[in-house]
């Protein structure tokens, strides 16, 4: 294990500039924590708890240009856009966001594979940082995750005044590597991986206290999928439901997209790529109309999606981590959690 | 407010068990004690687990537009400053008043949870509030904080406390916050800029918009049936925007569509995830409406046209509005 002293973290973010872009929490102009590329200026939140979206535009941005047509006279000429080539460091992931990544290379790393999606990935680093406040909203250990070690290439923890490192993955050992011999990093003494190991601790007992401890997503919602998808209950849910497009947006799973053409000028077209909502009225529009005319079919799909479709196609997985954005964002107050409780309740103990 | 609370699951449970209603709109409970959320109940047994505290700051009028048109009568408890958008949907003819029954709820100000904890309150288990402070209970002991410093933005510019339009008032008014400062202070500020100064701020600002929507499916004066950016074939397609230009196009083009319709309800601010200053787009309309045309407060009643559909002859011209807008100021 290595450290650095926080006072001298400025002198990291400069290192870590210097091998690549390096993307962090930092407070923007509402005084919200986002990713947002380094700048000496910036004012860094990386104890922010968790920030207002996660990082998966670094990999799957929410408007992306795919092709150029250009046209002139009857020549058609095609240029392919594709992600700059140089390594992006993420500093800060959480560990609920951290698990997100995985999810999402499971939807866009499978044949066929999504080479956007890919070239950016395999370009960055991750650098993880323990949680040591989650939130009422937090629940990701209803999912598995460990708060307190994010599945990083590297794992950080900001513990009393230093900021303790430890790689993980090769990419991680590399990045280490050239920071140690930059003489950013140094060596640890055996009282730091100690502190982490309090830090963890404390983490779970706090985890084990907070409103939502003994939440966890019923496994019967998987064993009867139209027996869900048919339940009475989805009507009840939907009616506060605004259809706007929050909860999917600032989701670190959802990853639904549109391609499009937009006409810039007669001669130049370009084909583009946008994040979609499931709550959205377009969505997934066909020539014969929308599959999903109602709200409340429009609703159930993401819950569907997140909680029974995605899981039978991958191994039991959710696509949900508990970041809790959903509980923080919604302007109605609606979210996975209350949709999986009254699922649960009217479909697996029938007690409508 | 607990008292009221009993007194809207009582009535909410009368009007549906003697028919006059077939739907009430209320709050109920969320995950936690401060979250609480939007509910459409249709049977007096549900009616139990109506909640109504400072944690329900949701202005219930929008649905009331589903309801109209599935033509179910509706009961739906409003607080004063909601009672505004329900009369700018009769005015826009959006709802049928026959479907409505309107009831007014006391209100004395809604909590900003987000507020509460960034004043420093840590494992906060339930909040309470006594008289000008708040009294929140956390797992480290009790904190008191001053009531003033922790109200959601939009009830600092309460309108007060009397309903626009009311079938039955619930209980006697509940004192509403009072405010002294001028509302259109930070609108001046912006005014005051120079030009650059003024895009920058604003550019600054709406970047951080992700088109999620939130501020127009909540918005009551945002009521068409298909909104122009939700037309996939259109360029100005929401989920489009090809640049920042276009983020920005988006609010401009909603303020000016709800100018002299925005009642001031700030539900949009309240909303937004990225927490974007969108009522000070609203405001400035509000401001230039009642220096060129005189005082107007949209949704007030249900009748009066708003100045920009309406003409008089000291109207000012188009032109004359924009140059001599320094003597209007």
Redesign the interface.
């Known amino acids: 294990m290595y450290k650095i002293a926080k006072d001298n973290l400025p002198k990291l973010y400069v290192a870590l500039q210097n091998i690549g872009t390096l993307l962090l929490p930092c407070k ?5 924590a986002d990713f947002a590329p380094y700048r000496e200026d910036a004012e860094i939140a990386l104890d922010a708890p968790l920030t ?2 996660s990082a998966k535009d670094v990999f799957f941005p ?2 992306e240009n795919l092709l150029t047509f250009k046209t002139s006279g009857k020549e058609l000429a095609l240029e392919q856009n594709v992600p700059p080539v140089g390594v992006t460091i993420v500093m800060g992931v959480r560990a609920c966001d951290a698990r997100s990544f995985k999810i999402l290379d499971k939807v866009f790393l499978k044949a066929p594979v999504d080479t956007y999606y890919k070239t950016r990935r395999e370009q960055c680093v991750l650098i993880g940082l323990g949680c040591s406040a989650p939130e ?1 909203t937090c629940f990701c250990h209803a999912f598995g995750i460990d708060a307190g070690a994010p599945e990083t290439d590297v794992q950080t923890w900001l513990a009393g005044e230093e900021l303790c490192w430890q790689a993980v993955t090769a990419n991680g050992e590399e990045l280490t590597a050239k920071l140690v011999d930059g003489g950013v990093l140094v060596e640890a003494a055996a009282d730091a991986a100690a502190a982490v190991s309090e830090q963890q601790e404390h983490t779970q007992k706090i985890l084990s ?1 907070l ?2 401890h003994d939440f966890k997503v019923n496994d019967e919602l998987t064993k009867d999928e139209l027996k869900v998808f048919h339940s009475k209950i989805w009507e009840q849910l939907a ?2 439901c ?5 909860c ?3 989701c670190p799973t959802c990853h639904c997209y ?1 391609i ?1 053409d ?3 000028t007669e001669e130049r077209t ?1 084909r ?1 790529r ?4 499931c709550m ?3 969505f997934t ?1 066909m020539a014969h109309g929308s599959p999903r005319k109602t709200k409340v079919e429009r609703f159930r799909q993401r819950y569907m999606h997140k909680l029974v479709y995605f899981p039978e196609n991958n191994e039991g997985e959710y696509a949900c981590v508990g970041c809790g954005r959903c ?1 923080q ?1 919604c ?5 996975i ?2 949709v999986a409780k009254a699922l649960e309740k009217a479909e697996v103990k029938q007690d409508v | 407010m607990q008292k009221i609370e009993k007194l809207l699951q009582k009535r909410a449970a009368e009007l549906l068990a003697e028919g006059t209603v077939e739907r009430v709109l209320a709050w109920h409970a969320g995950e936690f004690f401060y979250d609480n959320a939007p509910a459409a109940v249709s049977s007096a047994d549900e009616c139990d687990k109506l909640v109504y505290n400072e944690f329900c700051p949701a202005n219930l009028c929008k649905y009331l537009i589903e309801t109209s048109h599935a033509g179910k009568k509706t009961a739906v408890f409003l607080k004063p400053c909601d009672t505004y958008g329900v009369n700018q949907l009769l005015k826009d003819n959006r709802i049928k008043r026959e479907l409505v029954y309107a009831i007014g709820t006391p209100c004395s100000g809604m909590l900003d949870i987000k507020k509460i904890k960034a004043a420093g309150a840590k494992g906060i288990i339930s909040v309470s509030v006594d008289g000008d402070e708040v009294v929140v209970n956390t797992a480290y002991g009790e904190k008191r904080l001053a009531k003033a410093d922790v109200l959601l933005n939009k009830c600092l510019m309460c309108k007060g406390a009397a309903y626009k339009i009311a079938d039955e008032e619930l209980a006697e008014p509940l004192p509403v916050p009072q405010f002294t400062g001028d509302k259109f202070a930070k609108v001046k500020e912006i005014e005051a800029m120079s030009a650059e100064e003024r895009f920058a701020f604003w550019q600054s600002e709406l970047s951080k918009c992700i088109r999620c929507n939130a501020c127009r499916d909540i918005c009551p004066a945002c009521s068409c049936e298909q909104c122009i950016f939700d037309k996939p074939d259109t360029p100005v397609a929401g989920k489009a925007y090809a640049d920042e230009v276009e983020e920005q196009m988006y609010h401009i083009i909603r303020a000016f569509h709800v100018a002299g319709r925005c009642t001031g309800c700030g539900e949009c601010a309240r909303v937004c995830p990225q927490g974007i200053h969108l009522e000070l787009l609203n405001m400035k309309f509000m401001k230039d409406i009642n220096s060129f045309f005189g005082q107007y407060q949209a949704g007030a009643d249900s009748e009066t046209p708003a100045p920009q559909v309406s003409f008089k002859q000291n109207d000012p011209e188009a032109n004359s509005a924009v140059e001599g807008r320094e003597q209007h100021v």
């Open positions: 923007n102009k509402s005084g919200h207002n979206r929410q408007v009422e206290v409103p939502l009616a506060g605004l259809s706007c497009c929050t999917t947006y600032v549109d499009r937009y006409q810039e370009q583009y946008c994040w979609d909502s959205a009225k377009d529009l509980l964002k302007p109605v107050q609606l979210n959690v209350k």
